[in-house]
């Protein structure tokens, strides 16, 4: 899952970054309101972290462009100012959720995996596709109650077809929302790290449907 991360105060988005990555997410980081707005215009991204503080355009211009422009990903606004008519605002302007500064990283990361789950039409914090589970609290898999160690690329790339599950991703798409903007996203990797996931998980878990991607099955049996 690729986040985008529009935050002013470096040692904030350092460790929010860091908290991401080591959820198994890429993240790309911006620093004012116009990058923000524009790398959310023209990328594609799984959820965005939004401060409403942001120099040269803040944070709620931004949402409002985004919606304007039917960017739909799901917004988690980061603010410390405590007004709740601000809050009120950022939600009647698109926003998912709302979280005020300061606060604690796991009530971040919970509320994000939440925002992700529901955008992908899932609820329950443990995916599943027949006797694959995958729990996006612990970042866990297991295989038939069997737990199964995967890389963090591996790990990624699964839980971007398991949150969509029952969908064709084309290969440039799962590549897109794979890696951050400082990576080379080149599609005939994706069909590498699948080759990898098969080997450790089975050669039905993910489907190739040719010339269209991948799909895992909506199958909850």
Do not use: C
């Not at 529901?118 to 866990?140: C, E, H, K, N």
């Not at 038939?144 to 699964?158: D, F, H, Q, T, W």
């Not at 398991?162 to 064709?168: F, I, N, P």
């Not at 897109?176 to 098969?198: C, F, Q, W």
Request: proline residues 5%.
């Amino acid at each position: 899952m690729r986040i985008l991360l529009a935050e002013d105060e470096p040692r904030i988005a350092a460790d929010i970054a860091t908290a991401l990555k080591a959820s198994g997410m890429a993240v790309d980081i911006v620093r004012d309101g116009e990058a923000a707005w524009f790398a959310g215009d023209v990328e594609n991204y799984d959820a965005a972290i939004l401060d409403l503080g942001l120099p040269k355009l803040d944070g709620l211009t931004v949402l409002k462009r985004w919606r304007a422009n039917e960017r739909r990903f799901p917004v988690i606004i980061l603010t410390a100012r405590g007004m709740w008519t601000e809050r009120v605002d950022g939600i009647n302007s698109g926003a998912d959720d709302y979280l005020p500064k300061p606060f604690e990283m796991e009530e971040l990361l919970a509320r994000l995996r939440a925002i992700l789950r529901r955008a992908a039409g899932q609820a329950a914090p443990v995916l599943r596709s027949g006797p694959l589970l995958l729990d996006t609290r612990q970042m866990r898999i297991s295989l038939r109650g069997i737990p199964v160690s995967l890389s963090p690329l591996e790990y990624r790339l699964l839980a971007f077809l398991m949150h969509h599950a029952g969908r064709v991703m084309a290969s440039t798409e799962v590549a897109e929302h794979l890696y951050d903007s400082g990576n080379d996203r080149d599609p005939n990797t994706i069909e590498v790290i699948v080759a990898r996931l098969r080997r450790k998980l089975g050669s039905d878990v993910i489907e190739t449907r040719r010339g269209f991607g991948y799909l895992i099955p909506d199958d909850p049996a």
